[in-house]
């Protein structure tokens, strides 16, 4: 049976956009992708991230979407699980850049090894490598 869904592209509210670019595009190596409007300030961004993206959109003054303004749920509703190379270089990077690190890297019994850290927004998100991609001990 085919499926009706063709791709997820998550979107996050972000309070300050300069901050969450520095995170998901400096910090984690990401590449814009696209960016509304194109000159400017951002209202709305998307960041590459390997093979998927992620929609960065300006809470506050930016325009309203769809003829709405939206608002984000509080409290933690979702998170992010992004797969990475290495689970424990990757959490080194980020708090050499000042981000909070909720768990530190740590082997899961279905074997993965997962660490989390927090957005600037507070967004969780879980750094994971799984066992049979990871690489093997020399």
């Avoid at 000159?39 to 993206?53: E, I, K, N, Q």
């Avoid at 959490?91 to 082997?107: A, F, H, I, M, W």
Wanted: with cysteine; net charge negative; proline share 9%.
């Amino acid at each position: 049976m085919k499926s009706i869904v063709r791709r997820l592209f998550p979107m996050l509210s972000v309070e300050d956009m300069a901050r969450s670019l520095r995170f998901y595009r400096d910090l984690l190596d990401g590449s814009e992708s696209y960016r509304f409007p194109e000159t400017g300030t951002p209202a709305f961004m998307v960041v590459r991230l390997g093979d998927s993206d992620i929609g960065l959109g300006q809470l506050g003054n930016a325009p309203p979407l769809h003829g709405q303004v939206q608002r984000p749920a509080t409290g933690h509703r979702m998170e992010l699980c992004i797969y990475v190379e290495d689970v424990d270089a990757t959490v080194e990077r980020l708090k050499q850049g000042g981000v909070p690190v909720l768990l530190e890297p740590q082997d899961q019994p279905w074997g993965e090894r997962v660490a989390y850290v927090a957005d600037p927004d507070g967004n969780l998100l879980m750094l994971t490598h799984d066992e049979a991609s990871r690489p093997s001990e020399p």
